[in-house]
């Protein structure tokens, strides 16, 4: 189902993944966000959504490393996708209300070594927050 060229949508996903975990609680709205992100607005379907995800679970058995990961991501998208991605990301770490010190470490050391500058790190984060509040009806 997936192509070659799909390898950086499979890191991309693997990051995904990294996120949701790196707390040790892997939460409701996370897998719940994560489903959609795979299923519409990645992979354009279930199927192909269900076919990345285990593709990136293997790839982070694999290479579970930040580095290996960061890099397949970058290698296949633009600096202004890369900064897209790191909105994604925040939106994965906030699903579940609230930023702990290993997500926030993650996320700065996602922007250097995806090359994103950090004013726009902070802007994207300031993005998925006001998301994520709008989405719950909060002000």
Do not use: N
Not at 42 to 62: D, F, M, T, Y
Not at 76 to 104: C, M, N, S, T, Y
């Amino acid at each position: 189902m997936l192509e070659p060229k799909d390898e950086g949508l499979v890191a991309l996903c693997a990051l995904l993944l990294e996120m949701a975990h790196i707390d040790g609680d892997f939460s409701e709205p996370e897998a719940i966000l994560l489903i959609d992100l795979l299923s519409h607005e990645l992979a354009q379907s279930i199927v192909r959504g269900e076919a990345l995800l285990h593709r990136a679970q293997g790839r982070l058995r694999l290479a579970p490393d930040l580095e290996t990961l960061a890099a397949g991501v970058k290698r296949h998208f633009d600096p202004d996708e890369r900064a897209a991605i790191l909105g994604l990301l925040w939106q994965v770490a906030w699903a579940d209300g609230r930023l702990d010190k290993f997500e926030a470490y993650m996320m700065r050391r996602l922007g250097v070594l995806l090359g994103v500058p950090e004013e726009r790190v902070r802007e994207e984060q300031r993005f998925a927050i006001e998301r994520m509040e709008a989405e719950r009806g909060e002000p």
